[in-house]
């Protein structure tokens, strides 16, 4: 066998290279410190903890959270199946803008813009143009820009002198609408709840419109109650405006929720690109698309829906890179995951899940409308959701009580009250997700009928007790 000697003279590295061989995370602090020293909580400690001490303290505090399957507040996707997470393990170091480095993944994200045209019925998916982003309040906001930019360009004689620009849209639209128009100085024509129409008026947003408004948003699943907003009477309101005043005002309907629910179970509803007047359509990966959270889809008609002036073309780590987003910088995980779901799942097997869900929002909402306390708003057969309130003879208490009564067992149901010409209503609204199976729903109602006895027996809602309860936006 051969014989090896030391090293030889002179090439042994310096103390200070091989102090930089090592990564500083391999060096444990001393254990016993670890023990007898807690670290601060708003400054940073001195020196290091080991991992184990690290990860205890991070673990044992997140313990206090909620349970996130059985948080019936959020449209937010809390199961994946374990496949999926390893894939997103595999890419959650890899950064989503750097498309020349990554180009595979740049790929996956290409072919879900692809899908999403073909499944919203886009007049040529090929040419169709669109990009993930974090999600959909992002993709909202791109979306409005670029009505934005469209609108200040057919107007460049009056704007930014004399014109305002205006975005009619319901008052049940996400906060994103009214941060955009905060932060793009544009103003909110919104139409108000009248009654049992908790969502957009078409006759009334088209009332809205005159030569300074930008576009109408239709929502295709109202966050206040799951309901589906008419998308194709809104287009026939502007299509009889521009005919009697030439004003041709594009339609940008927020699918956060609905557009990846519609496709799959309301088939004949024409919602999408098939209206000529719908320009863009938005979407969450991370609610019905049933990824975990971090992405969302913006897409457009035609490229001619998306100005071009928008679009940046940066020369980034050695390539061209067209782009458009609000941030730069984020993980590639999500997208694979949205297209790992795509491909797993195909067409039927969205329905199949989507199904399931509606057939548990459905059955669970009939089951609390017998028990007699309450009323429903809605009955979770368009979105997978449902809201209600109580029974106009329940005195005892209200649903804010019943909120508070349900956190004590584990379930997060919001409650909160409708917006103007609405303020009157306070609801429970129950967002029924994959993961949310029937006997879940079965424990929930089985936990709702052990508290209505206590509830009954109040002299008042505790509310009351307590001050007025606040809105809930989410």
Sequence with gaps: MPLHKGSAHGTEPSDEMRRLALNPFFGEADPVTGMELAPPRHRMPDGP????????????????????????????????????????????????????????????????????????????????????????????????????????????????????????????????????????????????????????????????CDENTIGVVGVLGSTFDGSYEPIAELCAALDALQEHTGLDIPVHVDGASGAMVAPFLDEDLVWDFRQPRVASINTS????????????????????????????????????????????????????????????????????????????AMGLAERIEALGDFKLLTRGDQLPVFALTTAPDVTAYDVFDVSQRLRGRGWLVPAYTFPANREDLSVLRIVCRNGFSSDLAELLLNDLKLLLPELRAQSEPLSRRHGAATSFHH
Aim: aromatic share 10%; charged share 20%; proline share 7%.
């Design 49 to 208: 903890l080991p991992p184990s001490t690290a990860y205890g303290l991070v673990h044992d505090e997140l313990m206090l959270d909620g349970n996130s399957r059985l948080n019936l507040a959020t449209f937010v996707t809390t199961w994946m199946e374990p496949q999926a997470g390893v894939l997103m393990s595999e890419c959650r170091d890899k950064n989503m803008i750097d498309k020349d480095e990554y180009p595979r993944t740049a790929e996956l994200e290409r072919r879900c813009v692809a899908m999403l045209a073909d499944l919203w019925n886009a007049p040529d998916p090929s040419a169709a143009v669109g990009c993930s982003t974090t999600g959909s309040s992002e993709a909202c906001m791109l979306a409005a820009l670029a009505l934005k930019r469209r609108w200040s360009k057919r107007n460049a004689d009056r704007y930014p002198a004399t014109a305002r620009p205006n975005l009619v849209m319901g008052i049940n639209v996400q906060v994103c609408w009214e941060k955009f128009c905060n932060f793009w100085e544009v103003e909110p024509r919104l139409v108000p709840m009248d009654g049992d129409r908790f969502h957009l008026d078409p006759q009334a947003a088209a009332g809205l």
């Design 285 to 360: 990966g991370h609610k019905y698309g049933l990824v975990y959270p971090g992405v969302g889809w913006a897409l457009w008609r035609t490229p001619e829906d998306l100005p071009e002036e928008l679009v940046f073309r940066v020369n980034y780590l050695g390539g061209d890179m067209p782009t458009f987003a609000l941030n730069f910088s984020r993980p590639g995980a999500q997208v694979v995951a949205q297209y790992y779901t795509f491909l797993r799942l195909g067409r039927e097997g969205y329905r199949a899940v989507q199904q399931a869900s509606r057939d548990v």
